[in-house]
């Protein structure tokens, strides 16, 4: 293992509840187990025991606001870890178990330990196979056996025997592989050399050269799989849009359908809106051309019958509504103007 920082103060510190990183996915609260040379075991709330690498710890906090945590598990059960000198050691102890390899992130997986090598561990997983990991970028270890077990995973699952990192990439050449899970430094292709310093990947016409040292996981990528699974997918994807294009005529269909029949409704409606109006419009001058008549009609009588009896009482009694003139109004009806006298 390469030299780390010095981190020797996190010794005071111990039985102490810390956060390892501020925050991300490696973030986590608990008791603070031991410290070695390599890395420290934190005791967490949920009662597991994680492994951080002080390689990659970029922030350590104490909050004194906060009670210790109580312990999850009697220190009889972890003496035997305690025990181990370095991360190496470590993973050996977790040899052909399940473990959680980081706690987030694209390059998190969980897995069975197949080997520990001098700098790198092949870990068999369900995504991806078999994966290789240089054990200098692996932030946090985890047991994972109550999350899998492992009558999952194959029995004798075949990866390569090798003593480090730099064979393993031998044996991958002129393979597929895939380097790295995710994030932007993630791509396949053939590896086509392997050097002391970089290693050479060719995809279609790109040619990647690759330094070793940042390489996290490399895996080899069974192409034929690959490809019968995406025929699967294409044909499903195929009946799925042929599905979707039915739908999509059926609805037009149906949205015509009811265009159609909103378009004939609304004539209907409308004819029956403008045939109403008409009737009212009608019945309205109708009742004002009766009622000019008839106010029309009854003030001539009345006038015609007090000039009868003015001219039979020689004007003793004047007659007090006479007609002053007769008009048209503005929706062409005649009207009656009637005075009253005083």
């Not at 899970?181 to 016409?205: A, F, M």
């Not at 009737?279 to 003030?299: D, G, L, M, P, S």
């Given at each position: 293992m390469?030299?780390?920082?010095?981190?020797?103060?996190?010794?005071?510190?111990?039985?102490?509840?810390?956060?390892?990183?501020?925050?991300?996915?490696?973030a986590?609260?608990?008791?603070?187990?031991s410290?070695a040379?390599?890395?420290?075991?934190?005791d967490?709330?949920?009662?597991?025991?994680?492994?951080?690498?002080?390689?990659h710890?970029?922030?350590?906090?104490?909050d004194?606001?906060?009670?210790?945590?109580?312990?999850?598990?009697?220190?009889?059960?972890?003496?035997e870890y305690?025990?181990?000198s370095?991360?190496?050691?470590?993973?050996?102890?977790?040899?052909?178990?399940?473990i959680?390899v980081?706690?987030?992130?694209p390059?998190?997986?969980?897995?069975?330990?197949?080997?520990?090598?001098d700098d790198?561990?092949?870990?068999?997983?369900?995504?991806?196979?078999?994966?290789?990991?240089?054990?200098?970028h692996?932030?946090?270890?985890?047991?994972?056996?109550?999350e899998?077990?492992?009558?999952d995973?194959?029995?004798?699952?075949?990866y390569?025997h090798?003593?480090?990192?730099?064979?393993?990439?031998?044996e991958?050449l002129h393979?597929?592989v895939?380097?790295n899970?995710?994030?932007?430094?993630?791509?396949?292709?053939?590896?086509?050399?392997?050097?002391d310093?970089?290693?050479?990947?060719?995809?279609?016409?790109e040619?990647?050269?690759?330094?070793v040292f940042?390489?996290?996981?490399?895996?080899?990528?069974?192409?034929s799989?690959e490809?019968?699974?995406?025929?699967n997918?294409n044909e499903g994807s195929?009946?799925?849009?042929?599905n979707?294009?039915?739908?999509?005529n059926?609805?037009k269909?149906?949205?015509?359908?009811?265009?159609?029949?909103?378009?004939?409704?609304w004539?209907?409606?409308?004819?029956?809106?403008?045939?109403?109006?008409?009737?009212?419009?009608?019945?309205?001058?109708?009742r004002?051309?009766?009622?000019?008549?008839y106010?029309e009609k009854a003030?001539?009588?009345?006038?015609?019958?007090?000039?009868?009896?003015?001219?039979?009482?020689?004007?003793?009694?004047r007659?007090r509504?006479?007609i002053?003139?007769?008009?048209?109004?503005?929706?062409?009806m005649?009207?009656v103007?009637?005075?009253q006298?005083?």
């Amino acid at each position: 293992m390469e030299h780390v920082q010095d981190m020797s103060f996190l010794e005071s510190m111990v039985g102490k509840t810390l956060r390892i990183y501020k925050g991300g996915p490696e973030a986590k609260d608990g008791r603070l187990l031991s410290v070695a040379d390599d890395y420290l075991m934190l005791d967490t709330p949920e009662g597991d025991i994680l492994y951080y690498s002080l390689e990659h710890i970029k922030t350590i906090c104490r909050d004194l606001g906060k009670p210790s945590l109580p312990l999850k598990h009697r220190r009889e059960l972890f003496e035997e870890y305690l025990e181990n000198s370095d991360l190496k050691e470590v993973l050996q102890s977790f040899k052909y178990g399940m473990i959680q390899v980081d706690r987030g992130g694209p390059e998190s997986r969980i897995g069975k330990l197949l080997d520990v090598g001098d700098d790198f561990i092949a870990l068999q997983t369900k995504e991806d196979g078999t994966l290789y990991y240089q054990i200098r970028h692996i932030k946090s270890i985890g047991d994972a056996s109550e999350e899998c077990e492992k009558g999952d995973f194959e029995e004798k699952p075949s990866y390569q025997h090798v003593k480090n990192f730099h064979e393993v990439l031998k044996e991958m050449l002129h393979c597929w592989v895939r380097v790295n899970r995710g994030g932007p430094e993630s791509l396949e292709g053939v590896l086509t050399e392997v050097d002391d310093d970089y290693i050479t990947v060719v995809h279609n016409k790109e040619v990647y050269r690759v330094l070793v040292f940042h390489i996290r996981n490399i895996s080899e990528v069974d192409k034929s799989k690959e490809n019968s699974d995406g025929e699967n997918k294409n044909e499903g994807s195929n009946e799925n849009k042929q599905n979707k294009n039915k739908n999509k005529n059926e609805n037009k269909n149906k949205n015509s359908n009811k265009k159609r029949k909103s378009v004939r409704q609304w004539y209907q409606r409308r004819s029956r809106k403008v045939s109403r109006v008409y009737i009212r419009k009608t019945v309205t001058r109708y009742r004002e051309k009766t009622t000019a008549r008839y106010h029309e009609k009854a003030a001539v009588q009345y006038h015609r019958k007090a000039a009868k009896s003015r001219r039979k009482h020689k004007g003793a009694i004047r007659p007090r509504v006479e007609i002053v003139k007769a008009v048209y109004n503005s929706r062409g009806m005649k009207e009656v103007r009637v005075k009253q006298r005083a």
